[in-house]
């Protein structure tokens, strides 16, 4: 029997392209749930890194293919940031989160050793090939960084593939159709067309012979749905009016400034761009920086914004998806249900309740992710807007080979089929879901006010508190109660108890040095009050800065 070919680090080359990516001392990384993410102008090193780590996991798992993804998403222009995406387009293995911030903080004189260890404890077989395609947003900082990566690649002998400027779904859609390129779970062609090609397709089929869909505004941010949704728009034709607005992805700081999914959801009101644009009762929506947050959005007839955040997403497809199965003779073989966080809102978590099975998970994609894997069809979407719906393996199969029995069910039949080329399943993506939506209004023959009318947000509060050190607040219950600070949780249920309807909770941040406090109330002056006096509670038991950016407490 042959041996195996043992192949060693090329320890000189990764050192010399190491010695033109030196990390500052002073600086310390770490890989969250929306991987590295800081001011873009010191993320060099760590990019140079994440190019080698990247390699890694590709001989790590046999040659297959990982994604890396230069965004910042919703922050300002000056941030920027760096995520993994492994094979199946989902988010990178927990493990390896730890790896990335063990790896990114390494001194430059440790690096090498680090990286030796690495290699040895996860057993990396350094003969196996390695693959990587790799995307960027619009920001400025983005061609830097991109040659960072190109250098880690280059140093450990990585074959690297370039998607240029798209979004965060795309690279996902990307990865997941190379690495099921010729298998029975082929996921599409591995090209920005294949993607387009897919969507468009299975949405002229799901509105044909539907009335005529109105025109819809989108509010790119001013980032990369710019150009990506100009592309989708060709596809489409005529079946969806698209007006693109925030288009100017060239202007100094324009990206996600006074526009954007994030500032519609934090500020709950139009960006000023689209004012005197509406009609009362027209439909527009919001991409964030990196297209994969949706927030679409209407002005009544007294001229009151009213928002459609990921919560009525949620609602309105899930129950869509639910009827189309009993349509198709499959309520009792295909469960659906719907993952939320504590976010949600409770009216949003009482309306779904009644139909289909709900379960509350701690934020953060990758929990909401693997919980929706736990259903047959799992829709999950964050109240940022960010999410989408799970079809798994075994129900594919099932609607691809279910025999109808009527003509009704077959219709309903492949209506499903049709969604599940529609949905891009790897991530929340703002296009896919955008297209989902309209797919939902045009069959309900829903408007905008008659979609809002589907349940009555509770009013609603969201603070944040600086704090000295985050790490002291600890939470269960899916992050819906504090065990640490003691005893402050009692207090937060006691001030509750004041308010009709009164909920709140609060949770230490994921990326910054701050405390999260979440209220609500049915009156909006009570969600107000409410949160802020939890607000006090928190400053009161850390010594936390609550008048530090002020403008922040939306």
């Known amino acids: 029997m042959a041996s195996r070919k043992v192949v060693a680090l090329p320890v000189d080359t990764i050192a010399e392209y190491a010695a033109r990516h030196p990390k500052a001392p002073h600086l310390h990384f770490s890989y969250g749930t929306a991987g590295f993410r800081t001011l873009g102008v010191v993320l060099d090193s760590v990019l140079f890194r994440v190019g080698i780590l990247a390699a890694?996991?590709?001989?790590?798992?046999?040659?297959?293919?990982?994604?890396?993804?230069?965004?910042?998403?919703?922050?300002?222009?000056e941030d920027n940031g760096v995520k993994l995406v492994d094979p199946r387009g989902e988010m990178l293995e927990a493990a390896w989160e730890n790896h990335a911030t063990t790896l990114a903080n390494a001194s430059n004189e440790e690096f090498l050793d680090v990286l030796r260890q690495f290699v040895q404890?996860?057993?990396?077989?350094?003969?196996?090939?390695?693959?990587?395609?790799?995307?960027?947003?619009?920001?400025?900082?983005?061609?830097?960084?991109?040659?960072?990566?190109?250098d880690g690649l280059a140093a450990i002998g990585a074959e690297g593939r370039d998607a240029g400027i798209t979004t965060t779904p795309i690279v996902h859609y990307l990865v997941k159709a190379i690495n099921t390129k010729g298998t029975k779970q082929e996921y599409g062609e591995d090209s920005e067309e294949g993607y387009f090609e897919k969507m468009s397709e299975a949405f002229r089929k799901l509105v044909s012979g539907r009335a005529r869909i109105p025109q819809l505004i989108v509010d790119c941010a001013n980032g990369v749905g710019a150009p990506i949704v100009k592309k989708m728009t060709e596809y489409l034709g005529?079946?969806?009016?698209?007006?693109?607005?925030?288009?100017?992805?060239?202007?100094?700081?324009?990206?996600?400034?006074?526009?954007?999914?994030d500032f519609v959801k934090t500020r709950q009101t139009l960006p000023p761009s689209l004012h005197g644009m509406m009609k009362p009762g027209q439909r527009a929506c919001s991409f964030d920086g990196d297209a994969d947050r949706l927030m679409y959005y209407f002005i009544d007839e007294r001229g009151y914004f009213a928002m459609l955040d990921g919560d009525k997403i949620a609602a309105l497809v899930a129950a869509f998806i639910v009827d189309l199965a009993r349509l198709a003779g499959l309520a009792d073989k295909v469960k659906v249900g719907v993952v939320q966080t504590a976010y949600a809102n409770g009216a949003s978590t009482k309306y779904l309740s009644e139909r289909l099975p709900v379960r509350c998970v701690p934020t953060g994609v990758k929990h909401l992710h693997h919980a929706a894997e736990q259903f047959d069809i799992g829709v999950y979407f964050e109240a940022n807007g960010h999410g989408t719906v799970l079809?798994?393996?075994?129900?594919?199969?099932?609607?691809?080979?279910?025999?109808?029995?009527?003509?009704?069910?077959?219709?309903?039949?492949?209506?499903?089929n049709n969604l599940v080329q529609l949905i891009n399943q790897t991530v929340g993506d703002a296009l896919s879901d955008m297209l989902l939506v309209e797919v939902v209004l045009a069959h309900k023959a829903y408007?905008?006010?008659?979609?809002?009318?589907?349940?009555?947000d509770l009013p609603n509060r969201l603070v944040k508190v600086y704090v000295p050190n985050r790490?002291?607040?600890?939470?269960?219950?899916?992050?819906?109660r504090l065990v640490s600070p003691a005893g402050l949780q009692p207090k937060i249920e006691e001030l509750a108890r004041r308010y009709d309807g009164g909920r709140s909770f609060v949770r230490p941040s994921g990326t910054e040095d701050v405390v999260r406090v979440y209220s609500e109330a049915v009156l909006r002056s009570q969600a107000d009050e409410l949160a802020f006096r939890v607000a006090g509670l928190v400053y009161d038991e850390a010594g936390g800065d609550l008048n530090r950016r002020p403008k922040e407490f939306l």
């Open 56 to 77: 890694l996991r590709s001989k790590r798992l046999d040659g297959k293919t990982i994604g890396v993804m230069i965004t910042a998403s919703h922050n300002p222009e």
């Open 121 to 150: 404890t996860a057993r990396i077989d350094l003969s196996k090939p390695s693959r990587v395609v790799y995307g960027r947003d619009t920001r400025p900082t983005g061609e830097g960084l991109v040659q960072a990566l190109r």
């Open 238 to 261: 005529e079946t969806l009016p698209i007006v693109l607005v925030n288009t100017a992805i060239d202007t100094p700081g324009a990206l996600n400034h006074n526009c954007g999914a």
């Open 391 to 416: 079809f798994s393996p075994s129900t594919i199969e099932r609607l691809e080979t279910h025999e109808p029995s009527t003509p009704a069910q077959s219709t309903a039949l492949k209506h499903l």
């Open 447 to 456: 408007s905008a006010i008659e979609w809002n009318s589907l349940y009555s």
């Open 471 to 480: 790490n002291v607040f600890k939470t269960e219950d899916a992050e819906r």
